[in-house]
């Protein structure tokens, strides 16, 4: 993620998927949602692009300082889907 | 011709067609705790097993969002008609059908220390736990306070919990201070020829037309004002003389009034009712300062100092330091000075008990612009939440969930928080004036001053935190 520490605005999101042995996993659809941890507030959404193989780039917009849970959607050739969520702590003030 | 005797009060809710109709049917009142007593459980069934995300669970949006926001708007524009359509009285009615309490609730715990003490567990677990982040803990909030309400009024009789245990019917008690209608004898003349006082003690069963009295211990004709009232309309049903109502009074006035009070005594002389007022207006100042930026830094900055990474002690000594010292402190300070300029002769203690009620209005107005933040800001996302949990439940009746639903943009609920506070702020500093004046008619500038003092400060402390870079958290220390 970047800017580190993460900021309101917008924010690099870069995601590895491996298989189960560790190979990136290529050709993959992975949709970003982001939360804030309090109800109530706008949810922000971003789509990435695979920009090395199994490595995937979004832009997800912070819109409030707080803690945020991102939670990737992905769906890969031959139906497989997965669901990930992740803390994303301390989001500061922006500039 | 109106049907309304001379000397009436000029607005009584029960007499508003229809809807005061409804709020005298007992089937009616019913059935709106059942239908909370529904939402409890579909929250509690969400909480556990729906989303893990709080925005996306039906358990935290409604709880957090709307439920709060709901709350405060009511005590604010109405009374305290959430305790009255209280579900947890629902289920303790349905438990006593089948075990009926036998033991009276212990002396020496007649008074509003556990309150008090509950009400600090409960803003303390509210911020260690996250509360408002955590749709499982939610639910089991929910299912605690059943658990707890079924145990103490399971072995004690009448209301023991709500007048005793439960911290948030304490948090409306106090609010409902200022608010604008209260439960009340219509007719005072007409209650000096009862023999029955059904509106106390009520018509036992056997009696022709069983009905309960006051579980609280209010006696109408002695009653003053909404504190331990929970609208319930018990004593609306057992007067025999119709001669109770939902009347229009002046928010606040209460708070003033120095006459012994049925179940509660004289407001000068309960401490632990002070002691509640004052947790009620600092709660508020602390419940939102979790909720803005300079906590990250307070936080972090007491953790390097303790040398510890678990929030409690960090959380604890927050709530030991903002809670209990810092409103001691000001109170004495305030007493102190307004005795030394008055020369008054009581002790601090009894002088500080007196005049803490009059923060009780800016501490509403605290509560108000924080929870009605949130409200007004988000009282649309129960829409997508809904249709995604039926969606998910594959029930798409509502169609896809629709994310741009929210609510009015934070700055344009800015000058409300703003209005809100400053409202509080001249309600107390009215009250203060009054008090200032019962203890020196001649010269209530000097009792005035130091209580208008502490008054600034809390609200300048409110209005401060309100302009602060507004946080979500829910994490540990930001290290």
């Known amino acids: 993620m970047t800017p580190a520490p993460p900021a309101v605005g917008a924010a690099g999101v870069e995601v590895a998927v491996t298989d189960a042995a560790g190979a990136p996993v290529s050709g993959g659809t992975l949709r970003l949602e982001g939360n804030m941890s309090h109800p109530g507030m706008r949810p922000s959404f971003a789509d990435c692009r695979e920009a090395e193989p199994g490595r995937y780039r979004g832009s997800l917009d912070l819109t409030m300082a707080g803690d945020w849970l991102v939670q990737v959607d992905a769906s890969f050739p031959g139906g497989r889907r997965a669901r990930r969520t992740f803390p994303l702590p301390g989001v500061r003030p922006g500039p | ?479």
């Open chain 2, 1 to 479: 011709m109106t049907g309304v005797p001379a000397g009436a009060p000029a607005f009584d809710l029960l007499r508003v067609p229809v809807l005061g109709a409804l709020l005298r049917r007992r089937g009616a009142r019913l059935a709106l705790r059942a239908a909370l007593l529904v939402a409890a459980v579909v929250m509690v069934a969400q909480g556990l097993f729906g989303s893990p995300l709080a925005p996306k669970n039906v358990a935290t949006v409604l709880t957090w969002v709307h439920f709060r926001g709901a709350l405060v708007a009511v005590l604010l524009l109405a009374g305290n008609f959430f305790c009255a359509a209280c579900p947890f009285v629902l289920a303790r009615d349905a438990a006593r059908r089948l075990v009926r309490p036998r033991l009276t609730w212990p002396r020496a715990l007649r008074n509003k220390w556990p309150g008090v003490a509950l009400l600090v567990a409960f803003l303390f677990c509210y911020e260690l736990f996250d509360l408002w982040g955590d749709p499982w803990w939610t639910a089991m909030l929910v299912v605690i306070y059943f658990g707890v309400v079924l145990a103490v009024d399971g072995l004690f009789q009448h209301a023991s919990f709500c007048k005793y245990v439960c911290p948030i019917g304490q948090l409306n008690f106090v609010a409902s201070t200022v608010s604008p209608l209260e439960v009340k004898v219509r007719d005072a003349a007409a209650c000096h020829t009862c023999q029955t006082r059904d509106c106390i003690k009520g018509a036992p069963a056997g009696a022709p037309e069983p009905r309960r009295g006051c579980e609280l211990a209010l006696f109408q004709p002695r009653k003053i004002g909404n504190l331990d009232c929970t609208f319930c309309l018990d004593c609306v049903d057992a007067c025999p003389k119709d001669n109770v109502g939902i009347v229009l009074r002046m928010p606040g006035e209460e708070l003033l009034d120095r006459r012994n009070r049925s179940g509660l005594g004289r407001l000068q002389k309960r401490p632990d009712l002070a002691a509640l007022a004052a947790v009620f207006t600092f709660g508020a100042l602390l419940n939102a300062f979790g909720m803005v930026s300079p906590v990250y830094a307070v936080e972090a900055w007491l953790s390097r100092a303790l040398g510890v990474r678990a929030e409690w002690p960090v959380l604890g000594l927050l709530f030991a330091a903002l809670l209990v010292v810092e409103p001691a402190l000001l109170l004495a300070l305030a007493a102190a000075w307004a005795r030394r300029a008055a020369r008054l002769r009581e002790g601090l203690v009894s002088i500080a008990v007196r005049h803490c009620f009059a923060l009780v209005p800016l501490g509403f107005g605290v509560w108000l612009a924080h929870s009605l933040f949130h409200l007004l800001t988000g009282f649309l996302t129960l829409v997508p939440v809904v249709q995604g949990t039926l969606a998910d439940a594959g029930v798409p009746w509502l169609g896809a969930p629709d994310w741009t639903l929210v609510g009015l943009p934070a700055a344009a609920v800015q000058p409300l928080q703003l209005g809100l506070i400053l409202l509080g702020l001249l309600v107390s500093l009215g009250l203060a004036w009054r008090l200032a004046a019962d203890d020196r008619p001649e010269r209530p500038a000097t009792v005035f001053v130091p209580w208008a003092a502490l008054c600034l400060l809390v609200a300048a402390t409110a209005l401060w935190l309100m302009s602060q870079p507004m946080e979500m958290r829910a994490v540990a220390l930001a290290g």
